[in-house]
């Protein structure tokens, strides 16, 4: 990579930060190269293209699968086992690896049809089509026998919808690079070549429903592709293609959706924010606090960092901040909550097992906080059978208590 390319993508990095609202910006460029901060993803620019991952356990095939499927469950898109295994053993970056999984699944819809909707449309025709249009008959057509003035029905294939998936087909085949990708992204341009252009996909007035079922995924994951991106693309002053995550939010979000399939149906909320820290004297209540994870019945908090652990910190606190147990502490208080959980990213370094990694109890109470791993390089059904491990063994310890 040349010195020209390395700006050109830190100035790439620096326009998604401000989509991301991200600080410090994502991407650092120092004497020893590039270096990304807490985001995974892709930025590419012509003739060049960066791609970052998250530093869980595998060679970088394996580690692009997981974040793949970490991305599929915090997105709510479906991932067939087949699909990902194809890709993996063709050594694809991510990008190429996300274009194939969206260019194949819409390939494979397309070719059984296009979702259509009844459009009203507003025509001057020679003869009557749907209703006449009295005003414009009598006033503009006024002078003009000839004509009738419709207003009418029609079945189309130019849809929000239709017009969203063709505005990213057009964007991924100016950054694909894989020669099937490209093959496959073509074939479905020309069956969108009726559907019109849109300035702006994402103002687009779409509605899911059974009519276009099959095409539910494919919108969303149309979206990855134009959330943050579609703006520097269509501006006039592109600087490249970006599709970068935020790696706090994806754990936080990925861990978060395992624990809700890992639990009984309303057994967690997510997100909760029914609580504040503090109420002034009149009784306003300030700080709102809003924990990843609330389990119910009992009260088990849980919260994500996505921060390495060192087992050998010399204070013993496995590198724990305290700025987290502070926050956990004030959890703890406003929920009234018996058991609280930190949820960190195993790694084999770490030299512990997946779990439970030590527990602490809090000074002056009888409530614990745990310090817990998930191994987020295994498949989701793994991670969601760790998760109700970690749960289970919290649920056990606050009735062997009562007992």
């Known amino acids: 990579m040349t010195a020209n390319q390395a700006d050109r993508l830190c100035a790439l990095g620096k326009r998604a930060s401000e989509q991301l609202k991200a600080k410090p910006t994502v991407l650092v460029h120092t004497h020893q190269g590039i270096q990304a901060q807490q985001v995974v993803g892709v930025l590419a620019i012509p003739g060049a293209t960066l791609e970052i991952l998250p530093k869980i356990q595998g060679k970088d095939h394996q580690v692009r699968a997981a974040l793949v499927r970490m991305l599929a469950v915090a997105q709510n898109l479906k991932l067939a086992d087949g699909e990902l295994a194809a890709f993996q053993t063709q050594r694809q970056d991510l990008l190429e690896v996300l274009i194939g999984l969206f260019a194949n699944r819409l390939l494979a819809a397309t070719r059984r049809g296009l979702p259509h909707r009844y459009m009203k449309r507003e025509e001057d025709l020679r003869i009557l089509r749907g209703k006449l249009n009295v005003t414009r008959q009598l006033t503009r057509l006024a002078v003009r026998p000839d004509l009738l003035a419709c207003r009418f029905d029609e079945f189309s294939e130019n849809t929000p919808l239709n017009r969203v998936l063709k505005a990213v087909v057009a964007r991924l085949t100016g950054v694909a690079r894989s020669a099937a990708n490209r093959r496959c992204l073509g074939e479905i341009s020309s069956r969108l070549e009726f559907v019109g252009e849109t300035s702006g996909p994402l103002r687009e007035q779409v509605r899911l429903d059974r009519t276009n079922l099959v095409f539910h995924n494919l919108y969303r994951l149309a979206l990855l592709f134009l959330k943050g991106d579609w703006q520097t693309t269509t501006s006039g002053d592109s600087l490249g293609f970006t599709l970068l995550f935020p790696m706090n939010e994806l754990f936080e979000s990925f861990i978060g959706k395992c624990l809700k399939r890992a639990l009984p149906p309303g057994a967690v909320d997510l997100q909760h924010s029914r609580h504040n820290a503090l109420r002034d004297r009149e009784g306003k209540e300030l700080f709102r606090l809003r ?109 062997s208590e009562a007992a």
Not at 295 to 309: F, N
Not at 315 to 326: A, C, I, K, Q, R
Not at 356 to 381: H, M
């Open 291 to 399: 924990p990843d994870a609330v389990i119910q019945t009992p009260t088990i908090i849980l919260d994500t960092k996505w921060k390495p652990l060192d087992p050998a910190a010399s204070d013993g606190n496995f590198g724990v901040s305290p700025s987290d147990v502070y926050q956990m502490l004030a959890y703890a208080q406003a929920y009234d909550a018996q058991r609280l959980i930190l949820i960190y990213p195993w790694q084999r370094e770490l030299g512990i097992e997946e779990g439970i990694a030590c527990e602490w109890t809090i000074a002056g109470t009888e409530r614990r906080l745990y310090i817990a791993t998930v191994d987020v390089s295994r498949p989701p059904k793994q991670v969601i059978d760790a998760l109700r491990k970690i749960v289970d063994r919290m649920e056990a310890s606050v009735s």
